[in-house]
């Protein structure tokens, strides 16, 4: 649900908002081990149930694009350190940084009390809902809980759009995208078989993966995602809210 979430609706809104411009080689690699991820989750799905090596799979895909992206960006950095040294522009070293490296650790472990503090209140939040309006745990996870989870993504989306960061807001998405599935469900069967709904498997599951495809076909055929495109991904998220609510509103 959340990766649904976070291609329709964030990416659309970034693109109403303004043209996303697609950076082809910087994004085909993370968007190939995105499209991968959701086709590697369709094929365990089909067991019906995650189970503790379905999850080790996936973490250890996940170690390695991590890996990857780690070297990579090692190899960029010494590029630039050694441009910047030919150059005669290399900053003289500071000792301020390690004084105040106590702030962002305080700061990390705060934001990891929230996180754990409101993810206790959403789950708690989203059962109760779904037991007053008869709705299934599934759709609330699938949608209320989905869009909650997304809202980091949609504001950081928002503000790079705005100021035309195009890369930042599609970044964004991938990588949360790969991480909800690598991430989230390889560590979570871990701690227990995590079975998958006849539901999701009939319907949101191959939402999910079509809309992974076609964004991966967009960002790599086109120069731009232009307002058209985010019309179209947002009346897209529309009809799946509206599918799995239907009967179920007045």
């Not at 106590?102 to 959403?122: I, K, T, Y």
């Not at 993966?209 to 076909?217: C, E, H, Q, R, T």
């Not at 009346?235 to 599918?243: C, D, K, N, V, W």
Request: proline share 4%.
């Amino acid at each position: 649900g959340s990766n649904i979430a976070n291609i329709l609706l964030i990416v659309g809104c970034g693109a109403l908002i303004a043209p996303m411009v697609c950076t082809r080689k910087a994004m085909r690699v993370d968007t190939a081990v995105m499209l991968i991820a959701s086709v590697a989750l369709v094929l365990l799905s089909f067991a019906g149930t995650l189970t503790v090596w379905s999850g080790v799979s996936m973490l250890i895909l996940l170690c390695v694009y991590t890996l990857w992206q780690y070297r990579t960006q090692q190899r960029r950095g010494a590029r630039s350190a050694t441009a910047a040294a030919a150059a005669g522009t290399v900053p003289p070293p500071s000792g301020e940084a390690a004084e105040t490296l106590w702030r962002p650790l305080l700061a990390l472990f705060c934001g990891l009390l929230g996180v754990a503090a409101g993810s206790h209140l959403l789950v708690t939040g989203a059962i109760g809902l779904a037991r007053n309006f008869g709705v299934s745990e599934a759709t609330i996870g699938l949608t209320l809980v989905a869009l909650g989870t997304s809202l980091p993504e949609l504001a950081t989306t928002v503000v790079a759009a705005v100021r035309r960061q195009a890369g930042v807001a599609l970044g964004n998405v991938v990588g949360s995208n790969i991480f909800n599935i690598l991430g989230i469900l390889g560590l979570v069967p871990l701690f227990g078989d995590v079975p998958i709904p006849g539901s999701i498997l009939a319907f949101d599951i191959w939402v999910m993966l079509g809309a992974s495809v076609a964004f991966v076909i967009w960002t790599t055929t086109r120069h731009t995602l232009g307002r058209g495109v985010g019309i179209v991904l947002l009346l897209t998220y529309g009809i799946y809210l509206a599918r799995h609510f239907a009967g179920v509103l007045p």
